[in-house]
């Protein structure tokens, strides 16, 4: 994908072809379209099923079950209903928001998806009113809201549309710096003989910001799935649920209460009111 022209002196450099320059191109983001709430959903809305075809919803929604209670149950970034649909399966009563039309109109195309009450906006603001036994937030999502005060202030505002016995449960990642090298990182995630699939990643640590672009080149040219998140430390979120006035009731590894330990890779957090 590389070419070499002669240069001064007659020694030789590298020359970028069409398709790289075209790579480098689209891997050049405008960061005020990624604050847009609604920009994952409408890139990704048509293949994110099939991009994560490999997770399973039902250790997650047998836990949410379990705290639902029988009361009003709300998924922020509903998306397109991959845990909701088999909760609402269960006769549980569950509500979304998302910021994405085009989401939710997958959602909307399966099963059941159509009795689901949506409403279209940002997740950060919680716009539906309460009380709500549980709210809950899966697959690093909360991490989509791009800055520390965006992150709070859902915090806040899930708070208030909780009823006096509510949790707040969140599925986040924890962390590994060590997968950068000096701020970047580039992955190889599928190589068929029609297909390749790459991640290009660049991480900003005094914002603690990661930009991605999953990128495959196929027979019909390339095809860009970008993603932005602002990762926070579990720490970090208790003391913003603290000044929600949400305290941490309950931290595992996984949807099965794996115990969470500095080893995990991931954590299931679980609020209460205080």
């Known amino acids: 994908m590389a070419a070499h022209e002669r240069g001064a002196g007659g020694r030789w450099r590298a020359r970028k072809t069409g398709s790289v320059h075209r790579l480098l191109s689209g891997f050049v983001t405008d960061v005020a379209t990624f604050d847009d709430p609604s920009f994952y959903g409408n890139r990704w809305a048509g293949v994110y099923d099939e991009h994560h075809a490999d997770l399973d919803p039902a250790a997650a929604?047998?836990?949410?079950?379990?705290?639902?209670?029988?009361?009003?149950?709300?998924?922020l970034a509903i998306g397109t209903g991959r845990v909701a649909l088999p909760l609402a399966g269960r006769g549980i009563a569950v509500e979304g928001v998302d910021a994405s039309a085009a989401m939710v109109e997958r959602l909307r195309a399966k099963p059941g998806g159509a009795s689901i009450p949506v409403t279209i906006g940002d997740m950060a603001?919680?716009?539906?009113?309460?009380?709500?036994?549980?709210?809950?937030?899966?697959?690093?999502?909360?991490?989509?809201?791009?800055?520390?005060?965006?992150?709070?202030?859902?915090?806040?505002?899930v708070a208030q549309a909780l009823g006096p016995?509510?949790?707040?449960?969140i599925e986040c990642f924890v962390p590994d710096l060590a997968r950068y090298d000096r701020d970047q990182r580039v992955q190889t995630l599928a190589v068929t003989e029609d297909s390749a699939t790459v991640e290009l990643?660049?991480?900003?640590?005094?914002?603690?910001?990661?930009?991605?672009?999953?990128?495959?080149?196929?027979?019909?040219g390339m095809h860009l799935h970008p993603v932005a998140l602002r990762y926070s430390w579990p720490s970090e979120l208790d003391l913003m649920a603290g000044q929600a006035d949400l305290r941490l009731r309950e931290r595992y590894s996984d949807w099965d209460r794996q115990p969470f330990d500095s080893g995990?890779?991931?954590?299931?957090?679980?609020?209460?009111?205080t």
Do not use: M, W
């Open 165 to 169: 016995d509510g949790v707040f449960v």
């Open 201 to 220: 990643s660049r991480h900003d640590p005094a914002g603690q910001r990661v930009t991605t672009q999953i990128v495959t080149l196929d027979g019909q």
């Open 264 to 273: 995990s890779g991931k954590h299931v957090s679980v609020y209460q009111r």
């Open 125 to 157: 603001e919680v716009p539906v009113s309460g009380p709500f036994t549980l709210v809950y937030l899966v697959f690093n999502t909360l991490f989509g809201l791009l800055t520390q005060a965006r992150q709070a202030g859902c915090f806040r505002n």
């Open 61 to 75: 929604a047998e836990f949410l079950a379990g705290l639902a209670g029988g009361g009003r149950v709300l998924e």
